[in-house]
């Protein structure tokens, strides 16, 4: 057919047929033959209002929230400092490959569509249709659930018998709508600044744990590793009596809590869809993944098992304790050493946490939507947008399952809601292992197609072997999530919570394939054009700026320069 196809260096060999000319010629794209994607007509467009800060802060934020700040007080007591550093480095590296697997496919041709977009290109519409559900699900559950927490942080200020919990609800769920309706612009704005707090919130704890640790707190108790050797850096789990079982059952179990304090890192993928310069913008959110893993994931809990024991009686206090301060393995760090006020101020940060946590996960379920929609498998009404590119439709839905949060107005059904967290989990691992399933199918039809992958802007490093080490792992973790429930009484409610969106997945995958009869894409027939000539041109002017900024500048290093190489890195 006389096709030149790109080799993502941008203005290099720009492709030769067009999305619409494509559609025509092939007669096979997976949009209907003679029509462009419905992300493209006039009123179904998002807004590319997204810049690159955005999108750096996005990725980060996302990812770091309660999970961090309060769920490793369960894990440090289960399992020890030890058990708590290896798991949170194994999963850490099992995100990375994630992240590099979606960022290759993203900076290839950032979809509108999302994951289910991409699932539906490279590898089968009934996979797409599945992770799309599956992360919608997890999104519609999880905003009514950070609503709920943050009720409960609320609390730890003022009793539910002054104020009833429903009202710190309602302000939560009005300030948000409110910021995803203004449009994306407004809401990266907003979400840069929410979690550059985040993230200096973070970083101020690690530094005053590295000083703790060090003996500079008023007990000038120079700690150390002494907690590593006395009570030990692996707890045994309790109810097995075998000591060596008994440690490797605790540090299994801390996977899935690891697990779930990285969810929501790749949902940055999201967003790709309404960035400006969106290959070279995700090149940069991508490669800085790994050092921020290591900075604020694996320090900051290398530095809490240096500072608490696994034993600490405030500890087993904390691990039963609400969504507050009072909960924060950092602050029992903090009142060990002499430290005051500052736990109002972790309850305070705990908060901002939540509020950011909130703001994105409305702006994710929101958007998963509006993919859904443009990908034909939902009405095509959720994918009308405004003018401000807000897919209102999609947002009014999402918005009608936060008032869900109002459950906490009921003390019974706040216990029972609690259970949802498991649910979150397991769609979340669902959708890693979906993610690196379409990038197989990517490389695969990226290799029958004559691509070469190593002069793409963005290829993801260590491939294939770290995706099949991800979805080794992915898999395992998602089968033995909740192994627990068979030591001692057995739960039957958190063992349906924790696999429930297995069943959940399967029917919506098998259940679509069947009904609308879909076939696996073939590697070689897979659409590599769609969209990306659109993608190219951006790219190409984009290069082209930048040639005329550096030609302007010089050999000087402006502001731009110096961004970029100090504290771009973090933010």
Same mark, same amino acid.
């Given at each position: 057919m006389g096709k030149e196809y790109a080799t993502g260096s941008g203005a290099q060999s720009l492709i030769s047929v067009h999305t619409r000319d494509y559609a025509l010629e092939m007669q096979k794209s997976p949009f209907g033959a003679g029509t462009e994607p419905l992300a493209l007509e006039d009123g179904h467009q998002l807004k590319k209002d997204l810049k690159s800060r955005h999108i750096t802060m996005i990725a980060i934020g996302g990812a770091l929230g309660t999970g961090l700040l309060i769920g490793t007080s369960s894990s440090l007591a289960n399992a020890g400092p030890g058990s708590v550093l290896v798991s949170y480095s194994l999963v850490g590296l099992v995100v990375y490959f994630v992240m590099c697997a979606l960022g290759e496919m993203a900076s290839f041709i950032p979809l509108p569509e999302g994951f289910a977009g991409y699932a539906k290109r490279y590898c089968d519409e009934s996979l797409g249709f599945a992770v799309g559900i599956s992360y919608l699900c997890k999104y519609l559950i999880v905003s009514p659930n950070q609503m709920v927490a943050g009720s409960l942080v609320m609390q730890y200020w003022v009793s539910a018998e002054r104020v009833n919990p429903g009202v710190w609800v309602a302000i939560l769920l009005v300030v948000v709508v409110s910021i995803n309706y203004f449009g994306v612009k407004f809401f990266g704005e907003f979400e840069f600044w929410l979690s550059s707090l985040k993230v200096l919130t973070v970083l101020g704890l690690i530094l005053l744990l590295l000083c703790i640790m060090l003996g500079g707190s008023p007990t000038h108790d120079r700690i150390g590793f002494r907690y590593w050797h006395n009570p030990g850096s692996f707890a045994p789990y309790s109810g097995i009596e075998n000591q060596g079982t008994a440690k490797f059952?605790?540090?299994? +179990? =801390?996977? =899935?809590?690891? /697990?779930? %304090? #990285? &969810?929501?890192?790749?949902? /940055?993928?999201?967003?790709?869809?309404?960035?400006r310069n969106p290959r070279y913008t995700i090149k940069k959110a991508i490669r800085l993944t790994f050092y921020r893993i290591i900075v604020f994931y694996v320090l900051s809990v290398f530095l809490l098992g240096c500072c608490v024991a696994y034993n600490d009686p405030q500890l087993m206090t904390a691990k039963s304790a609400s969504? *507050? %301060? +009072?909960? *924060?393995?950092? =602050?029992?760090?903090?009142?060990?050493?002499?430290?005051?006020?500052?736990?109002?101020?972790?309850?305070? !940060?705990v908060l901002l946490f939540i509020f950011s946590a909130t703001n994105s996960d409305l702006y994710i379920a929101t958007r998963n939507v509006y993919a859904l929609s443009a990908n034909g498998m939902f009405p095509e009404i959720f994918s009308r947008t405004n003018k401000r590119g807000v897919p209102v439709y999609a947002l009014i839905f999402a918005s009608l399952f936060c008032l869900l949060a109002f459950m906490v107005c009921s003390s019974s059904s706040s216990k029972i809601f609690n259970y949802f967290v498991n649910v979150v989990s397991i769609f979340g691992l669902i959708t890693w292992i979906s993610i690196l399933v379409? #990038?197989?199918y990517f490389c695969r039809a990226v290799k029958a197609q004559g691509y070469d992958r190593k002069k793409f802007i963005y290829y993801a490093p260590l491939q294939p072997y770290g995706?099949?080490? *991800?979805?080794?792992? !992915? !898999? &395992?973790i998602s089968i033995t999530k909740s192994f627990t429930v068979f030591i001692g009484e057995f739960d039957y409610k958190t063992f349906i919570t924790? #696999?429930?969106?297995?069943?959940?997945? &399967?029917i919506a995958l098998f259940g679509y394939k069947i009904i609308k009869k879909t076939k696996t894409v073939k590697p070689e027939e897979a659409d590599l054009v769609t969209y990306k000539d659109v993608i190219d041109l951006e790219t190409e002017e984009f290069e082209r700026l930048e040639e005329e900024r550096k030609a302007a500048r010089g050999g000087k290093k402006d502001l731009g320069w110096f961004y970029d190489h100090t504290v771009g890195y973090v933010f």
């Open positions: 059952v605790a540090f299994w +179990s =801390v996977l =899935v809590t690891a /697990v779930f %304090a #990285y &969810l929501g890192t790749e949902l /940055v993928g999201i967003t790709f869809g309404e960035a969504t *507050s %301060a +009072s909960a *924060s393995p950092f =602050v029992v760090a903090i009142r060990n050493a002499d430290i005051s006020g500052l736990p109002h101020l972790i309850n305070a !940060c379409t #990038y197989i995706t099949w080490f *991800s979805l080794f792992f !992915c !898999c &395992l924790s #696999y429930i969106g297995i069943p959940v997945f &399967l």
